[in-house]
Structure formats: structure tokens, C-alpha cells
């Protein structure tokens, strides 16, 4: 991995939205994460998270009713998009940040390549493949139409697929789904981006060609070096490619390190909860432990912090503290970042408060014993009025709604 020093792309307090009849939909809401040269950045969670939101805002793809609200996206310095306060007190979108003509024409396809799930999407059906490739080559890349091919040609061998002249022929439908998704690749490699994003690219494929996906794409990037940004909701992939990971929940990043933190010191029970529902060569399917109910809808998340009412750990300050992510360790001179008070530079609210289940069990207790008092009850109460860590507007707004 190369040295940290700028990184290839910034994302600073992202947070994109979705006005729709039901409500505000609070797709990702104030996400930050970087991109170095070279490595291969996973943004995992589960389904509803935010990932393919937060993927496609990246290249401000998002449409109606969905807008970027407020962040920071630079790319090798440039400000892919960026707000400022103006002279009314309203949020702007700052002057230096490039206009829709130029991130199609300069970013998209040439600095930063996407490859979707459903390869059939990005595929036209009535074309060849090689042509779809060579036509794709010729508009990026100022080649003649014989030199396209021939690198059409030469890509499709690159992505390992046999035999590429003659493939080259043939239809869309006539490529497996795992052929299919090499054929994408090659596509998002021909114009030599500096970093592909990769939103779920071998989620429709079995397992076996998943993993020849997963090489492909290992021995691609040490080759060119590309930065890949991998969305996916499978740790197991994330174990397999990724350098650095961010744990979504939510429209939240919760927790963020190097892939082996994350695995071996993880500091965040939602990741935890990931892990131990993932199935693992060294487990029965018996063991696996899913995790316990269902992401809430981001148009109304609960109080406090968002994970709590799933969270094993969670206490009464879990309730009312919404946590930012914070770093919490430090790993080979690399942050590792939680969102999550049961560590010390949280202070020591969660240390003081009540754990939620046994709160639970006391008020059970205490109610069949004809509830001679409010049990913890009372003590909890007795801590209103926070102070810390208040900076969500959630807190606020959603108050108490999720309490049973
Ligand atoms: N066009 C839209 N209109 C309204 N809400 C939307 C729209 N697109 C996405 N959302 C909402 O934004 C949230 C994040 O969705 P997103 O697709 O980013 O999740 P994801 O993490 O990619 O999930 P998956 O693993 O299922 O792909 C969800 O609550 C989703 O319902
Ligand atoms: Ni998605």
C-alpha cells in the first residue's frame, strides 16, 4: 500500500436524502471516509445501510427525490461537490466545484469507473459485446476504431475471458453472469481510472465465480494499482479484498479500521453482530447467530444511537447519546474509528448507566412482584438532561419513539 500521504478521494459529513410523500429519507447522514492510492476500501452492511446511496453520490448520480444535502466530496483535490453558508445564511454550492458537463466528461468513466450488480443493466442487449466495449474505448480514449479493437480485444483477455476474438462476436446473453461481470470490469479498466467503485459486483454470481472475480480483481489491482471503493453486504468479501473497512448502519459509518482490526479487534457490536452472523468454515450453520431484529427505516431512525434497540451491549445512556465516530485505537499508524460510548474517550456515561436488558428483566421482575417500586426505572430518569455527545439532530426529533 502506498505511503498516506494526500488521499485519492475525501468524503467529509456526507449526507444525502430523499424527499418522498412518506417523509424525509435520511439515506446517508454525515459520512466520512478516505480513499488512498492504491487500496481497496469496503463499505459494508446490511441491506437499506446506505452503500449504493452513498456509491452513487459520489458521482453525484443521485436522482429525484434523492439530493446531496450538505459535505464535502474532493477528489485529487478537486470538489466534486461542496457547499458554503452565502451572505443569507443559506448553504451554496461553492464555486470551485465542477459543474454536471464536467464530472461526466472529466471524472466519470475516466478518473472513477463504476461496475454495477446487474451487469444486464449496463449492457445493451442488441449489441455485441465487443463492439459495446470497442465503441466505449473509441469515446474515452481518442483511438481509432481498429486500435479500439484491438484493445477491446486485449481487455477482454485481461479479464480472463477464453477465447476473446471470437467473444468479442457475440451477444450479451450469450456470456454467463460471471463472464458478464468480467466483461464490466473491463469496461471500468479500459479508460485507466484512478478508482472503480464497485456497488455489490458479484452478488448475483454462486460462490465459485465470485471468488474468480474476487482474484481477477486482486491481480487487476496490483497490476494497475487502482483504488477500489467495494460495497458489498458480505464480510466474507470484505475479509477476502479489502485493505480498510467502513461498517455501515443506518446511513451511518459506525465503525472504520484495517480489515484485520476490524476482524480481530472489532469495536463496534454491530460489526461484531455482522461477524458472528456470518457463516464460517469453523462453524455448524447452528452456531451462526443472526442478528437480532430489523434495520429500522432510515426515514425514522431511533433515538440515541441507531443501533440500539439490536445492540447486546446496549445501556440507558445508548438511548440518548447519539455517538460520532471517534477513534477509539491505533492500528500499523492507521485510526480505528467507533461510534460507540462503551469506550473510554466516550467518557464514562455508559460505564454509569443501566444495561438495557437487564432494565428490562428488573421492570418484568418487579411487575409480577406487584411493583413495589419503579426499579431502575427511576434511576435512569435521574440522568435527563445530558450534555455530551448531543450533536445529532436525531436525538431531538425522535425522541422516545422506539422505548418499547
Ligand atoms: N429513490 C429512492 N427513493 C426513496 N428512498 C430511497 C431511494 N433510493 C434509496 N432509498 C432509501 O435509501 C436508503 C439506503 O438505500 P441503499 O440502496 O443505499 O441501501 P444499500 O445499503 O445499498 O442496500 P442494499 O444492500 O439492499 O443494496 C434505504 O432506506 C432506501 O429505502
Ligand atoms: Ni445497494
Not at 111 to 133: C, K
Not at 158 to 163: L, S, W
Not at 311 to 331: F, G, T
Request: hydrophobic share 35%.
Amino acid at each position: 500500500m502506498s505511503s498516506r500521504s494526500d488521499p485519492l478521494l475525501r468524503v467529509e459529513n456526507l449526507k444525502t436524502q430523499f424527499f418522498t410523500d412518506a417523509g424525509t429519507v435520511r439515506a446517508v447522514d454525515g459520512i466520512s471516509f478516505e480513499v488512498y492510492e492504491g487500496e481497496i476500501v469496503g463499505l459494508v452492511g446490511e441491506s437499506g445501510a446506505g452503500k449504493s446511496v452513498a456509491s452513487m453520490s459520489l458521482l453525484r448520480l443521485v436522482d429525484s427525490p434523492g439530493q446531496i444535502v450538505d459535505g464535502e466530496i474532493t477528489y485529487k483535490g478537486e470538489t466534486i461537490f461542496g457547499l458554503e453558508e452565502g451572505p443569507d445564511g443559506d448553504l451554496h454550492e461553492r464555486e470551485d466545484m465542477l459543474t454536471n458537463e464536467e464530472v461526466r466528461t472529466r471524472i466519470r468513466g475516466n478518473e472513477i469507473a463504476v461496475i454495477f450488480q446487474d451487469p444486464m443493466e449496463s449492457l445493451n442487449p442488441v449489441f455485441t459485446v465487443g463492439s459495446q466495449l470497442r465503441e466505449f474505448i473509441e469515446l474515452n480514449r481518442d483511438l481509432s476504431s481498429d486500435e479500439a479493437r484491438r484493445e477491446a480485444v486485449d481487455m477482454l483477455r485481461e479479464v480472463g475471458i477464453p477465447d476473446p476474438a471470437e467473444r468479442y462476436e457475440e451477444y450479451p446473453h450469450q456470456f454467463s453472469g460471471g463472464m458478464r461481470q468480467r466483461v464490466l470490469i473491463a469496461m471500468a479498466l479500459a479508460c485507466e481510472p484512478n478508482l472503480i467503485i464497485a456497488d455489490e459486483p458479484t452478488t448475483a454470481l454462486d460462490v465459485t465465480v465470485e471468488g474468480q472475480i474476487i482474484d481477477l480483481v486482486d491481480d487487476l489491482q496490483a497490476k494497475y494499482g487502482t483504488s477500489f471503493i467495494w460495497v458489498t453486504h458480505d464480510m466474507g468479501v470484505v475479509a477476502e479484498i479489502c485493505d480498510r473497512v467502513n461498517v455501515m448502519y443506518l446511513g451511518e459509518i459506525v465503525e472504520q479500521a484495517p480489515v484485520d482490526e476490524l476482524f480481530y479487534d472489532t469495536k463496534h457490536p454491530y460489526t461484531e453482530a455482522l461477524l458472528n452472523s456470518m457463516p464460517r468454515p469453523d462453524r455448524t450453520v447452528a452456531e451462526l447467530d443472526p442478528i437480532r431484529g430489523v434495520m429500522p427505516e432510515a426515514i425514522n431512525p431511533p433515538a440515541g444511537c441507531r443501533f440500539h434497540p439490536r445492540c447486546p451491549d446496549a445501556r440507558e445512556a445508548c438511548k440518548r447519546i447519539h455517538p460520532e465516530n471517534r477513534e477509539v485505537a491505533r492500528a500499523d499508524g492507521q485510526p480505528h474509528r467507533a461510534a460507540c460510548i462503551k469506550h473510554d474517550v466516550f467518557g464514562d456515561e455508559y460505564e454509569e448507566s443501566v444495561p438495557l436488558e437487564e432494565r428490562a428483566q428488573e421492570t418484568a421482575a418487579s411487575a409480577t412482584d406487584g411493583g413495589e417500586s419503579e426499579g431502575s426505572g427511576v434511576e435512569s430518569r435521574s440522568q435527563s438532561g445530558s450534555e455530551s455527545g448531543n450533536t445529532s439532530k436525531a436525538g431531538s426529533q425522535h425522541g422516545g419513539d422506539d422505548r418499547e
